[in-house]
């Protein structure tokens, strides 16, 4: 089993930044690609970026740009970096692993709240 734990959410202004952490533990050998997703209520979650373990990295094109996936395999911590926020990047992030058998995310951490105000 994996256990992802988020943390640096919080609440800003616009323009201003905010770097989201995300620390693995347990079978970190199982893991590959790491993510970040969010989440508005209501609304479908949704892929903000994603980074392999040889450190090749996606990202939604709203935040391409703003946005920087980084990770540190030596901590088993991914970090999410977002400058320039915007009132619509206020959701619940969440932190996301997977396998490389699979294509999709069996591991999720418990969410952080990452609000933008104007």
């Known amino acids: 089993q994996v256990q992802l734990v988020e943390s640096g959410g919080g609440l800003v202004q616009a323009g201003e930044s905010l770097r989201l952490s995300c620390a693995a533990s347990?079978?970190?050998?199982?893991?590959?690609?790491m993510a970040w997703y969010r989440q508005v209520s209501g609304k479908q979650r949704e892929l903000v970026a994603s980074?392999?373990?040889?450190?090749?990295?996606n990202y939604v094109d709203s935040v391409r740009g703003r946005f920087t996936i980084s990770r540190d395999n030596a901590k088993n911590t991914v970090y999410l970096q977002m400058n320039s926020l915007k009132l619509e990047d206020t959701a619940l992030y969440y932190c996301?692993?997977?396998?490389?058998?699979?294509?999709?995310?069996?591991?999720w951490g418990q969410g952080t709240q990452v609000t933008v105000s104007s």
């Open positions: 996301a692993a997977k396998r490389p058998v699979v294509s999709y995310y069996g591991y």
């Open positions: 347990g079978s970190i050998g199982s893991i590959n690609t």
């Open positions: 980074i392999t373990l040889s450190g090749r990295t």
